[in-house]
């Protein structure tokens, strides 16, 4: 009924910058919370941001000075600026979305697949 799907992955030099989208389609009636998650190598998994749909939001510690969070609610899109890249950001990077679906309650939670993101030399 709803994908949600990355893209912008890709390798990136360190100190370089990097921009992830998310585009979500289906039968939506509304996208709630919007946020981006990373699963590294090792298969630790944790928060990187979360936006709601009025633009409020939160961040894991250390990320807020280097990465932004954004949203198009029109598009039903979500974004992630990444600047000044690390090897530690090297993960796979996953969409989340709390939808409501047309003709249905309550909103319920999707994921993306992923995208990779390797920052090296």
């Known amino acids: 009924q709803v994908q949600l799907v990355e893209s912008g992955g890709g390798l990136v030099q360190p100190g370089g910058s990097l921009t992830l989208s998310c585009a979500a389609s289906g039968s939506i009636s509304r996208i709630y919370d919007m946020s981006w998650y990373r699963q590294y190598p090792g298969k630790q998994f944790e928060l990187v941001a979360t936006?709601?749909?009025?633009?409020?939001?939160t961040w894991a510690d250390s990320l807020k000075d280097r990465f932004s969070i954004s949203r198009d609610n029109a598009k039903n899109a979500l974004y992630l600026q990444m600047n000044r890249v690390t090897p530690e950001d090297t993960a796979v990077y996953y969409c989340?979305?709390?939808?409501?679906?047309?003709?249905?309650?309550?909103?319920?939670?999707?994921w993306g697949r992923g995208t990779q993101v390797t920052v090296s030399s």
């Open positions: 936006i709601t749909s009025d633009g409020e939001t």
């Open positions: 989340y979305a709390n939808v409501r679906i047309r003709g249905r309650d309550p909103a319920i939670p999707y």
